[in-house]
């Protein structure tokens, strides 16, 4: 199985360009599923999410075209609605294949995904929206069984809020199904994050008819049909938060280029409380390096524009050796702390318990063999390895691949010692 090698403690320098962002790719994709129309998808990262989530079309019946980073889409003539386990289960984002091909084809059975290391990750809110539409939905052996009735789905005012407050998936779920229905559908409480506006924008473009998106309430005016899509993804805000902190744990001049600044203030506002400082200049952020350690601070995660919980393991890490406390609150995933564990390996000084983090800053990691556990964690270690003093290991690294692009070879040209090994376990 996959490991990293890293040798910590190099200075780093020199740019590195943000690929377009995998939490809007991953619905936006799913908008061919909206249209007999072919559909063109450009900016998309090359990753193991994506090319799930590319799978699960291919089962539904969309014959799939790469060109580098864009990707054609084209509906098959015969197509089953069966968005499978073995998939879905991989890459629970599938399950917003629900929406639309409820919406498009009348009926459909997706699987319901599972839970994973940051939290149960239910679907009810999912259900609770497309249930509001009309859809008949059972819930048998691990699949859900979608039927819309017979003239369709029909437009609702829906609250989608849940314990946690708003759900982006499901946000995009009862969003995409919404484009189709007969008359006007309003969520009330919908994700305000960016990559669900991105998911308007695209099927506005398409001829969907949507406004509000990016605040809590949005309408859908429902239309006949949709025209095929031709969207650039928008780049990806946690990718170039993940860098930034690199530049920060290295203390390197490293600039994140292509992101948006915009979709980014709640992340750099911890960070200058933390004592980073970040050089904008158009679409570049350069951390500017100090020789003065961090200062620990206080931050909670929340919906967006809130600091967002997808951030939260890469903070911790920086906060790992910052001086003095920093006390992390997980709003959205109060479990997502499996990094901790890790992190405590290579020295830190942090307290978990019901979904806070109290973290004692110390002047330095000491480098040694850690273990992935999520996306964003491994994030977090590959950054902590790379600060740290000596040598690391870091184990299950497929994990990274969900989420970063080839990251051992952008990292290294930004002078990191970095080497994907084979390591048992
Ligand atoms: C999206 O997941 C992202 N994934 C996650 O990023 C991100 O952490 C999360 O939003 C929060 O920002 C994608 O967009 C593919 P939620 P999602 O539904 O939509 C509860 C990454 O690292 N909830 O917004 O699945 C849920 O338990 C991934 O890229 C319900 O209770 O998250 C959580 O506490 C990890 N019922 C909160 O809402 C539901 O039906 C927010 O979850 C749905 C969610």
């Known amino acids: 199985m996959d490991a990293f090698r890293i040798i910590g403690g190099k200075k780093l320098s020199g740019s590195i360009a943000v690929r377009g962002a995998?939490?809007?790719?991953?619905?936006?994709?799913?908008?061919?599923?909206?249209?007999?129309?072919?559909?063109?998808?450009?900016?998309?990262?090359l990753l193991r999410d994506i090319q799930t989530q590319v799978k699960i079309l291919n089962t539904l019946g969309?014959?799939?075209?790469?060109?580098?980073?864009?990707?054609?889409?084209?509906?098959?003539?015969?197509?089953?609605?069966?968005?499978?386990?073995?998939?879905?289960?991989?890459?629970?984002?599938?399950?917003?294949?629900?929406?639309?091909?409820?919406?498009?084809r009348g009926e459909c059975r997706v699987s319901l995904p599972g839970g994973c290391v940051i939290?149960?990750?239910?679907?009810?809110?999912?259900?609770?929206?497309?249930?509001?539409?009309?859809?008949?939905?059972?819930?048998?052996?691990?699949?859900?069984y979608a039927k819309a009735p017979k003239g369709g789905l029909r437009g609702a005012e829906i609250y989608l809020g849940g314990t946690f407050g708003s759900s982006v998936t499901a946000t995009a779920n009862v969003m995409m199904a919404a484009t189709l229905a007969t008359g006007t559908t309003v969520i009330e409480c919908a994700a305000c994050?960016?990559?669900?506006?991105?998911?308007?924008?695209?099927?506005?473009?398409m001829g969907a008819r949507i406004s509000g998106a990016g605040s809590p309430t949005m309408t859908i005016k429902g239309v006949r049909k949709l025209r095929g899509a031709d969207?650039?993804?928008?780049?990806?805000?946690?990718?170039?938060?993940?860098?930034?902190?690199?530049?920060?744990?290295?203390?390197?001049?490293?600039?994140?280029?292509?992101?948006r600044y915009e979709h980014m203030m709640a992340f750099c506002h911890v960070l200058r409380?933390?004592?980073?400082?970040?050089?904008?200049?158009?679409?570049?952020?350069?951390?500017?390096?100090?020789?003065?350690?961090?200062?620990?601070?206080?931050?909670?995660?929340?919906?967006?524009?809130?600091?967002?919980?997808?951030?939260?393991?890469?903070?911790?890490?920086?906060?790992?050796?910052?001086?003095?406390?920093?006390?992390?609150?997980?709003?959205?995933?109060?479990?997502?702390?499996?990094?901790?564990?890790?992190?405590?390996?290579?020295?830190?000084?942090?307290?978990?318990?019901?979904?806070?983090?109290?973290?004692?800053g110390t002047a330095h990691l000491e480098g040694t063999e850690v273990m992935a556990s999520d996306l964003r964690a491994s994030?977090?270690?590959?950054?902590?390895?790379?600060?740290?003093?000596?040598?690391?290991?870091?184990?299950?690294?497929?994990?990274?691949d969900r989420g970063y692009e080839r990251i051992e070879e952008r990292l290294s040209k930004l002078g990191a010692s970095i080497e994907r090994v084979d390591a048992e376990g």
């Open 379 to 400: 994030a977090a270690l590959v950054n902590a390895a790379c600060a740290a003093k000596g040598e690391s290991l870091i184990r299950r690294i497929y994990h990274v």
């Open 273 to 360: 409380q933390m004592g980073v400082q970040i050089e904008r200049k158009g679409r570049s952020m350069t951390v500017v390096p100090s020789s003065k350690r961090y200062r620990g601070t206080d931050f909670v995660t929340l919906p967006f524009p809130a600091f967002p919980t997808d951030c939260q393991a890469q903070t911790m890490a920086l906060a790992c050796i910052a001086e003095g406390t920093s006390v992390i609150t997980e709003r959205i995933y109060p479990e997502r702390f499996m990094h901790a564990a890790e992190l405590k390996r290579m020295g830190a000084s942090i307290q978990v318990s019901g979904g806070q983090a109290i973290v004692q």
């Open 62 to 104: 969309v014959e799939t075209q790469w060109s580098g980073r864009s990707i054609t889409t084209r509906l098959l003539d015969t197509y089953n609605s069966i968005a499978p386990y073995e998939l879905v289960k991989t890459m629970r984002a599938g399950v917003v294949a629900l929406g639309p091909l409820l919406a498009k």
């Open 22 to 45: 995998k939490n809007a790719a991953l619905p936006i994709l799913a908008t061919c599923l909206l249209t007999d129309s072919p559909c063109r998808y450009r900016n998309v990262p």
């Open 193 to 205: 994050e960016p990559e669900v506006v991105d998911l308007a924008n695209c099927l506005n473009a």
């Open 119 to 144: 939290g149960e990750r239910p679907i009810d809110l999912h259900l609770r929206g497309l249930e509001a539409l009309g859809a008949e939905i059972n819930v048998e052996h691990g699949d859900i």
């Open 231 to 259: 969207w650039t993804v928008i780049p990806d805000r946690i990718e170039a938060a993940t860098f930034l902190v690199l530049g920060a744990m290295t203390r390197s001049p490293i600039t994140v280029t292509g992101a």
